[in-house]
Nanobody
Framework: QVQLVESGGGSVQAGGSLRLSCAAS????????MAWFRQAPGKEREGVAGIDSDGSTSYADSVEGRFTISQENGKTTLFLQMNSLKPEDTAMYYCASTLCVRDPPKWWILMRGVYHYWGQGTQVTVSS
């Protein structure tokens, strides 16, 4: 059973930076895609950034150029470096994982419905 645990959320002023981490365990020797999602109060959960099993990355238009997704430790730790934060980035951020298709398109890797494993979330608050 895959387990995901996020950390690194907090409060920051607009223009600041935060780095989120997600520790993954329980992986078998299969290809996994991972992603970060976020959900603001009263809004749908949306895909922010994703990375496939070959390391290719995809980003939502709203964060392109400001956020960077990466992996370390044999792909068992996922990061989201968030720079130039805006008040509209305020949300609960979730780490997610799923078995990967080959060369997943952007619309697939950022789609909530394809992910089977989820963390509990970490809160990010950006003040103006």
């Amino acid at each position: 059973q895959v387990q995901l645990v996020e950390s690194g959320g907090g409060s920051v002023q607009a223009g600041g930076s935060l780095r989120l981490s997600c520790a993954a365990s329980g992986y078998t020797r299969r290809r996994y895609c991972m992603a970060w999602f976020r959900q603001a109060p009263g809004k749908e959960r949306e895909g922010v950034a994703g990375i496939d099993s070959d390391g290719s990355t995809s980003y939502a238009d709203s964060v392109e150029g400001r956020f960077t997704i990466s992996q370390e430790n044999g792909k068992t730790t996922l990061f989201l470096q968030m720079n130039s934060l805006k008040p509209e980035d305020t949300a609960m951020y979730y780490c997610a994982s799923t078995l990967c298709v080959r060369d997943p398109p952007k619309w697939w890797i950022l789609m909530r419905g394809v992910y089977h494993y989820w963390g509990q979330g970490t809160q990010v608050t950006v003040s103006s």
